[in-house]
Antibody, heavy 116, light 107 residues
Framework: EVKLVESGGGLVQPGRSLKLSCAAS????????MGWVRQAPGKGLEWIGE????????NYTPSLKDKFTISRDNAQNTLYLQMSKLGSEDTAIYYC?????????WGQGTLVTVSS | NIVLTQSPATLSVTPGESVSLSCRAS??????IHWYQQKSNESPRLLIK???QSISGIPSRFSGSGSGTDFTLSINRVESEDFSIYYC?????????FGSGTKLEIK
């Protein structure tokens, strides 16, 4: 069974950084692209970006390219999202997903709240 | 970025009715569109891939059509469990995008 479990969310002050993790199991992690999607409270889905199997290609939505960094550790079957210079607009549920051009598998999400 | 425009924003229907939800792309994307359902407080669920291809485990009342810039998700005889929000997503460019969603609500 494919399982994706995000962690690392919580309350963070404006301007600070935060790193999210996504632990993958039930499939061969290093065979797949992986991605991050977020959803602000009461809003729609926003694609953040994706990373390929060996981390040689990482795509980001342009508006977040300078703030967010996606990485992965294939030995640990873990995907990461490093977020910097956080603002209130970054308050959202952050989902990781297995990427195949589309997203058949999603984690349950982790809530990040940016507030002083 | 390719912009996806979904309409209507909200659709009010009676259970048993059949509905069509629209997703329009800002440029031609062939059939690189996928549909998701998101129920309250849940992660999105993939319903349809590549405009019209079915997904294992998804009820047959869900179907998709379209190519180029205009796409449709159809639900034949809406059931109570279908009232949720529906999103389209494109994978034509390497920078993926989602539509803003259509909320299907009970009339």
């Amino acid at each position: 069974e494919v399982k994706l479990v995000e962690s690392g969310g919580g309350l963070v002050q404006p301007g600070r950084s935060l790193k999210l993790s996504c632990a993958a199991s039930g499939f061969s992690f290093n065979d797949y692209w992986m991605g991050w999607v977020r959803q602000a409270p009461g809003k729609g889905l926003e694609w953040i970006g994706e990373i390929n199997q060996d981390s040689s290609t990482i795509n980001y939505t342009p508006s977040l390219k300078d703030k967010f960094t996606i990485s992965r550790d294939n030995a640990q079957n873990t995907l990461y999202l490093q977020m910097s210079k956080l603002g209130s607009e970054d308050t959202a549920i952050y989902y990781c997903a297995r990427a195949e051009g589309l997203y058949p598998y999603w984690g349950q999400g982790t809530l990040v709240t940016v507030s002083s | 970025n390719i912009v996806l425009t979904q309409s209507p924003a909200t659709l009010s229907v009676t259970p048993g009715e059949s509905v069509s939800l629209s997703c329009r792309a800002s440029q031609s994307i062939s059939t690189s569109i996928h549909w998701y359902q998101q129920k309250s407080n849940e992660s999105p669920r993939l319903l349809i891939k590549y405009a019209s291809q079915s997904i294992s485990g998804i009820p047959s009342r869900f179907s998709g059509s379209g190519s180029g810039t205009d796409f449709t998700l159809s639900i034949n005889r809406v059931e109570s469990e279908d009232f949720s929000i529906y999103y389209c997503q494109q994978s034509y460019s390497s920078l993926f995008t989602f539509g803003s969603g259509t909320k299907l609500e009970i009339k």
